[in-house]
């Protein structure tokens, strides 16, 4: 649905530019994410969120005080959902998959 993978490049539908874009538009609508570097795939996205305010970056709630990130996520799937809706019939998987970063040597690795 986002892309495709041609000699080791990701080449983006124009769904997958569409949920890029509202990728990067989630600050704007939450002011304690900040995003770091993240990936459209074909057929699912990576990403790096920071929970500003907070000790560690992070992917997943893991913390009771990290429980706005579900929200975020519900919020941006809904969004890319509605945008592709539009033209033809898109549902992701119900939930996601994350973790916690929890040193620099685990978020560099995350992060390349």
Request: charged share 25%; net charge positive; with cysteine.
């Amino acid at each position: 649905m986002f892309g495709e993978i041609k000699e080791g490049n990701v080449y983006l539908t124009d769904y997958g530019i569409k949920a890029a874009e509202l990728w990067l538009e989630i600050p704007k609508h939450y002011s304690n994410i900040k995003l770091d570097e993240f990936v459209v795939m074909p057929d699912h996205i990576h990403g790096i969120v920071f929970i500003v305010g907070y000790r560690h970056a992070c992917t997943l709630p893991t913390r009771r005080q990290n429980q706005k990130l579900p929200i975020v996520i519900g919020s941006y799937k809904s969004a890319v959902s509605r945008e592709i809706n539009k033209d033809t019939f898109f549902q992701w998987q119900k939930s996601y998959y994350g973790r916690m970063i929890r040193n620099e040597n685990e978020y560099k690795n995350i992060k390349r």
